[in-house]
């Protein structure tokens, strides 16, 4: 049986002091330690007893005969020995310290009622390791077995019966009951732990995936910026280094683009991680980026015709403003549409198409077949569709994605809208770029 007192939480300071001392000196396990409480419960009955023989009773007018109190000093320290029992046996260790126990009685005055410590631990003991109804039923046993004992040792009268009866009810019950006590306030001390371990696990858990979700959500705004930016300087330069002998003007002009798209990559990614850390228009002091959105096509657009084919814009139906979320969405995924057009089909014309319907915005990005490749293409990590994808699934847009029959690439996005008032997300989400 579990030596629940020294090894379960919540118990006192100097329980888990006297269990940390016991297990250096080697007293490890329950029966070893049962012992040594036995022993030393043994000579403390020793010293009670023989001190209440021959010094308290006598200055109270109550003598013993000193062969009966010799007795009966034997039978109780026999009792404390016995406690070596109660968790390897409970149940049989106080049914021996009961059967010790009427002796006990019978050799005692009528006038002094002789109990020594073990009844009260062997109870206590009960209490604490058997469940409720079997130590309440153990306990009655007990009281019904000493009363009934009691009475046929020592033919007591009534108010003489009356008080064995209590005075055996008020020992093991109240011994069992403390035991109970403390047995359940451990349980629930050990309960309040492992919930609170739970509550820490899941809390660590719920930090982690929100790490995870922010390191996502950044490395997919940064794989924007930079698929943008980064491979249109890379198809500069390219072309630079190939007019940088016979061409230098040309050459420095295309230099000086890829200077002022360098800046403007810096700042979107300055705009990006401030963003994302909460500081918005933080970063440096210079004032705040502006948060793309449908609003900027036209630039996004006329930057994509510089580095690449011609790109055309087309806006349909009466203009309306969306939610912020699905306007930065929207965004994003013309922009990654067109630097994948530009990686995977460079010098091709593409069109960019905004249809506001009466309930519903709708995104085009169509690209035709690649031209002959004068200049490598720029290599992708391949993340493009699936950042798009997850884009309007966050906004609850409708994502396609595929080959044109004329052989190029197809990008649509819509989202169904109430009509001319401003979109709204199905789900109020955090947006990459608020």
Not at 31 to 46: E, H
Not at 246 to 264: F, H, L, T, Y
Not at 421 to 426: D, E, V
Request: a positive charge.
């Amino acid at each position: 049986m579990r030596d629940h007192a020294d090894t379960e939480p919540g118990t006192p300071r100097l329980t888990k002091w006297l269990d940390g001392r016991l297990t250096r000196l080697g007293v490890t396990g329950v029966f070893p330690r049962d012992c040594l409480l036995a022993a030393m419960l043994t000579v403390l009955t020793f010293v009670l007893l023989t001190g209440l023989f021959w010094f308290v009773a006598p200055e109270d007018g109550v003598s013993f005969d000193p062969a009966r109190a010799w007795l009966l000093v034997a039978i109780c320290c026999a009792q404390a020995m016995l406690l070596c029992l109660r968790r390897v046996r409970p149940l049989l260790c106080l049914a021996l310290v009961v059967g010790l126990q009427l002796p006990i009685i019978g050799f005692s005055l009528p006038e002094a009622t002789i109990r020594g410590l073990a009844p009260f631990v062997a109870a206590y003991t009960v209490g604490s390791l058997l469940p409720v109804r079997r130590a309440l039923l153990a306990v009655s046993a007990v009281v019904v077995v000493e009363s009934i004992g009691a009475a046929v040792v020592v033919t007591p009268d009534l108010l003489t019966a009356i008080a064995y009866v209590s005075a055996s009810a008020l020992t093991y019950a109240g011994a069992t009951f403390v035991g109970g006590y403390v047995a359940t306030y451990r349980r629930y001390v050990e309960l309040v732990r492992v919930r609170a371990d739970e509550a820490i696990r899941e809390q660590r858990t719920k930090v982690q995936a929100a790490i995870g979700a922010e390191r996502s959500r950044m490395a997919r705004e940064l794989h924007d910026v930079a698929a943008h930016h980064l491979s249109g300087m890379v198809v500069q330069a390219a072309a630079v280094e190939r007019l940088i002998d016979r061409d230098p003007a040309a050459a420095k002009a295309g230099v000086a683009w890829i200077r002022s798209q360098g800046k403007e990559t810096l700042d979107n990614l300055r705009l990006v991680v401030g963003v994302l850390r909460g500081r918005p228009g933080h970063e440096g002091g210079d004032g705040a980026a502006p948060v793309p959105g449908l609003g900027m096509l036209d630039d996004l657009v006329r930057t994509a015709g510089n580095l690449a084919g011609p790109v055309k814009f087309v806006r349909e139906g009466e203009q309306r403003e969306v939610s912020p979320i699905a306007d930065v969405a929207l965004y994003r995924i013309a922009q990654e549409s067109l630097s994948n057009a530009r990686q995977h089909a460079p010098g091709a014309a593409a069109r960019v198409v905004l249809r506001f319907e009466p309930r519903s915005v709708s995104l085009e990005v169509v690209n035709e077949p690649a031209a002959p490749r004068r200049v490598p293409a720029a290599r992708t990590g391949g993340v493009g569709l699936v950042g798009m994808r997850e884009r309007a699934q966050l906004i609850g847009a409708t994502f396609t994605a595929g080959p044109t029959p004329a052989g190029g690439w197809s990008v649509a996005a819509t989202l169904p809208t109430n009509g001319p008032a401003a979109s709204r997300p199905k789900e109020e989400a955090p947006a990459w770029s608020e």
